[in-house]
Every structure is written in structure tokens, then in C-alpha cells.
């Protein structure tokens, strides 16, 4: 299982340097996969966006890429949605062009949500790899010049009348099959990054 630490309410503690927060800063740390990601693609209902926010540092994954083109990043208010962000970076991209080169040069295997006919069930897909996932908007989906671009299609597999999750639910169901995977690996047992990015990170956590 994951560090209980990852599912605590708010803040993990206070900004004071004490050696406990420190521990518990470096724990985490020692947890996150930064060869896993998600990708935000239009996606505009703030509570959605948060909640994908706090699955993302539940499972470990240390950044999320932001691709808006047709609609604003909606304001995430709330001390819930504001810690989980606090904690998950963000890196913006203009189009899908800067996004892929982004993604690519991390070795990432890109795969987006989607129901064509093309599509693989998510329990299908390997996540021990780099990869990174993209998630449309609530109402279109993924746009179809990303699904192009894509190395992949998942879907959630279901079995009731509905078509479809709700995105942040799906973001949290896709990131517990890769939790599910990459632990049974080792990927949780020790650091994914070496020591000094480790450090460098944790002294910034600390100013937080």
C-alpha cells in the first residue's frame, strides 16, 4: 500500500522546520514517480480539476501537464483543492505540439482516454513504463489532434448503462491501476530519483 501520509486531510503539516517534518517532506518525496503523469486537457469544472490535484499527489505523481487551448484553467478555490496543488507541479503548454516534445523527451508513452474502436481496456496496459495519460474535457473528450498524436486509447471498462465516468473519477481509477502496478514492481519501495534532485526538492518543500 502507499504511505498512509499520502491520504491525511490538508496541509501534511505546518511550515515549522522541525526534524518530523522534515521525515515526513522526505517520505514522500521517496514516493513520488516522476516517470507518471497525467495530462489536463480542457478540462473547465474547477471541482473536477481539484480533485484530479489530490489523486495525482495520493498516487505519487509529481506533476501534471496543462493543455488549454479553447477554454480558461478554471480557479481552484478551497484549502483542500490548494493543498493537493501545493504539493503537484504544473507545466503549461501552448499546443499540442510543445506538449508531445515536452513529453517525448522524458521517454513518456503517450496514452489518451477515449472509446473508438481502437481503444484498449485499461487493465490491458503495462504503467510500469514512462507514461503519460491524457484526459479530455467533460463534455468532448480528448480532442482528435491529440488523439492522433497518441501512441494509445484506454478505456475504464464498465458494465451498466452509462458510457462514461466522470473525469476525475476516471483520472483516480486509471491512477490506482498504476499505483496497483508499479507497487507490485518495487517502483514505491525506494527513491525514483537520485539524491540530489531529492534534496533540492525537499529544501523547496521546506519553504512551503
Given amino acids: 500500500?502507499?504511505?498512509?501520509?499520502?491520504?491525511?486531510?490538508?496541509?501534511?503539516?505546518?511550515?515549522a522546520r522541525t526534524p518530523e517534518r522534515r521525515a515526513r517532506l522526505a517520505r514522500v518525496l521517496a514516493c513520488r514517480q516522476?516517470?507518471?503523469t497525467l495530462v489536463?486537457?480542457?478540462i473547465h469544472d474547477p471541482h473536477n480539476v481539484s480533485a484530479i490535484y489530490r489523486s495525482c499527489d495520493a498516487a505519487g505523481v509529481g506533476k501534471v501537464h496543462l493543455y488549454?487551448?479553447?477554454?480558461?484553467?478554471?480557479?481552484?478555490?478551497?484549502?483542500s483543492s490548494a493543498s493537493a496543488r501545493k504539493w503537484v507541479e504544473s507545466e503549461r503548454h501552448a499546443d499540442s505540439g510543445s506538449l508531445l516534445r515536452s513529453l517525448r523527451a522524458q521517454g513518456m508513452r503517450v496514452l489518451a482516454?477515449?472509446?473508438?474502436?481502437a481503444a484498449t481496456s485499461l487493465r490491458d496496459w503495462d504503467f510500469t513504463?514512462?507514461?503519460?495519460?491524457?484526459?479530455?474535457?467533460?463534455?468532448?473528450?480528448?480532442e482528435k489532434s491529440l488523439l492522433d498524436l497518441a501512441d494509445g486509447e484506454l478505456y475504464i471498462p464498465?458494465?451498466?448503462m452509462v458510457q462514461s465516468f466522470n473525469v476525475s473519477v476516471a483520472a483516480a481509477i486509471i491512477l490506482a491501476e498504476a499505483v496497483r502496478q508499479r507497487e507490485a514492481a518495487g517502483m514505491y519501495a525506494s527513491p525514483r530519483m537520485d539524491e540530489a534532485v531529492l534534496s533540492a526538492k525537499l529544501e523547496a518543500w521546506l519553504k512551503k
Fill in 34 to 36: 516522476p516517470d507518471l
Fill in 1 to 15: 500500500m502507499l504511505v498512509p501520509d499520502f491520504f491525511a486531510e490538508g496541509p501534511p503539516v505546518a511550515k
Fill in 129 to 142: 513504463g514512462p507514461t503519460a495519460i491524457i484526459l479530455g474535457n467533460e463534455h468532448s473528450g480528448v
Fill in 113 to 117: 482516454t477515449g472509446f473508438s474502436n
Fill in 40 to 42: 489536463l486537457a480542457n
Fill in 68 to 79: 488549454y487551448t479553447d477554454t480558461p484553467f478554471p480557479d481552484l478555490g478551497g484549502k
Fill in 158 to 160: 464498465m458494465h451498466g
